[in-house]
């Protein structure tokens, strides 16, 4: 009698605990179709399935060297991270992630949220992959993203520039480490309806954050100059051709700005540069002024138009910079690397 009730009560417990779990993915929306904010479709806008449903290309294990927390800016609650190094290992790929890596994280008061990434793997045979990856979650218990990769056409991974790919990430700020597991997911259903998806909403008290650099209108000019800043670059990244162009990274490895805004470069990030025809750049990386804030910016557009932006806390004495207009010089030669120009935009 002792041993049956004990059998019966510990099955009742397992499915109360089976039970529960259950209600709680279907609150969090767990094991459903993940259907992104239409400002940041991830490049999946018709819904990012559950990654895990998909077949495991990679995983790719990284430590963090610096975290930034920039604070409530215009879109949000913004962190960003700095990768230090990693590793890639899977079936068909292995090598490392290279030092200087972005992860810039956007956290809402509803709980969602919405991440880039920008990496560049390096093969264990010395191909580079620029990889960027975008993602976004309702519930910050299950955040998925969604890898865009531009490898050599020519050469054996070429098959990263086609494939449809949702990864997952998985961040421990305590360990200073993080992992994006990476999964081929052509083959799982994803048709997302009401009873099969979650959607991600945003606060109405946000914008909507960018989703490429400002483009400048025909009639803007230069006006007062902003600052003048000297960029430190390491090595060049070469892809080489890709699905979009002739890729090309060159790291941010520091430097000195001065002007409206005195302070320094922070190591990390990159000129991420496209040398098809027109060639373009798309230099993304951080500021940190003499007083310490720690600004994002972003600086881009083919030779002779570049459009800076940038990305600072809304109760910062530089939030004036959320909402100004910019124009960039072309990059020039400077010490250790390249210097520009930026101007108050004018009309």
């Known amino acids: 009698m002792k041993i049956g009730y004990l059998k019966s009560s510990t099955l009742i417990v397992l499915a109360g605990i089976l039970l529960f779990c259950q209600l709680q993915a279907g609150q969090t929306g767990a094991g459903k179709i993940l259907v992104p904010h239409k400002s940041w479709p991830c490049g999946m806008p018709e819904g990012i399935p559950v990654p895990e449903q998909g077949v495991l290309v990679f995983e790719a294990d990284m430590k963090l060297d610096q975290i930034y927390e920039i604070g409530r800016t215009p879109y949000g609650e913004r962190t960003v991270f700095i990768v230090q190094g990693g590793t890639v290992t899977g079936e068909k790929i292995t090598g490392s992630v290279m030092p200087g890596g972005l992860d810039f994280q956007l956290s809402f008061s509803n709980g969602g949220m919405e991440i880039e990434e920008i990496f560049v793997l390096r093969t264990s045979d010395g191909k580079y992959i620029y990889t960027r990856i975008l993602g976004t979650a309702a519930d910050q218990s299950d955040i998925r993203m969604v890898p865009d990769f531009e490898a050599p056409n020519a050469g054996s991974y070429a098959w990263l520039n086609s494939g449809k790919y949702a990864a997952r990430r998985v961040l421990n700020r ?103 025809n027109p060639p373009t750049i798309d230099a993304r990386y951080l500021w940190e002024t003499s007083d310490g804030e720690v600004i994002i910016v972003r600086n881009g557009g083919s030779f002779g138009s570049l459009v800076p932006s940038f990305e600072v806390r809304v109760d910062s004495k530089y939030a004036w910079l959320n909402k100004g207009l910019y124009l960039s010089s072309n990059p020039g030669m400077g010490s250790g690397g390249v210097v520009l120009t930026f101007y108050e935009s004018t009309r």
Do not use: C, F, H, M
């Open 174 to 276: 305590a360990a200073r480490t993080l992992k994006i597991s990476v999964y081929e997911v052509s083959g799982v259903t994803a048709k997302a309806d009401a009873t099969n998806s979650v959607q991600v909403t945003k606060p109405a008290d946000v914008l909507d954050q960018p989703w490429d650099y400002r483009k400048a209108a025909a009639e803007e000019k230069r006006g007062e100059l902003l600052i003048s800043e000297n960029v430190t670059l390491g090595p060049s990244q070469s892809v080489g051709a890709t699905k979009t162009g002739n890729r090309n990274i060159i790291p941010i490895t520091g430097g000195t700005l001065n002007g409206k805004i005195t302070g320094k470069v922070l190591p990390g990030g990159a000129d991420y540069q496209n040398l098809a």
